[in-house]
């Protein structure tokens, strides 16, 4: 699972392919901000079947809700193959949340992308 920035103006908030991307953050079994991301996805107009290799956009208004639901315990409980369990991911959370605050500060795109 990684957050990725662009320079680039995407056009769209899901399945985008940017032309040049830099990761900001990443991390390895966290099934339930996986799970949030993937209701994010469909949200936000995702199509795909399966939330895998499937981009989305991460704006403030995310990133405040995110916050939200991490420091309120409610990340959803996510299971699946390959997921490993989200326990005590919360620091994490909350770092990755202020570096991509940061990155949009600075104008740049944010967005989570997974493969697993």
């Known amino acids: 699972m990684y957050a990725m920035t662009t320079d680039e103006k995407l056009d769209r908030a899901v399945d ?3 032309e040049q991307a830099n990761e900001i ?3 390895r079994k966290h099934p339930n901000l ?3 991301m993937e209701k994010l996805y469909y949200e936000k107009g995702g199509s795909s079947d399966c939330f895998n290799c499937a981009p989305v956009v991460l704006t403030s208004e995310d990133l405040d809700r995110l916050e939200a639901a991490v420091k309120g315990g409610n990340l959803p409980h996510t299971t699946g ?6 326990e005590g991911r919360e620091a994490e959370d909350l770092a990755f ?3 991509a605050r ?3 500060g600075e104008g740049e795109s944010v967005f989570f992308h997974s493969w697993w």
Do not use: C, R, T
């Open 16 to 18: 985008f392919i940017p």
């Open 25 to 27: 953050f990443y991390w």
């Open 34 to 36: 996986h799970g949030w």
């Open 81 to 86: 193959f390959f997921f490993g369990v989200s």
């Open 97 to 99: 949340i202020a570096k």
């Open 102 to 104: 940061e990155a949009l």
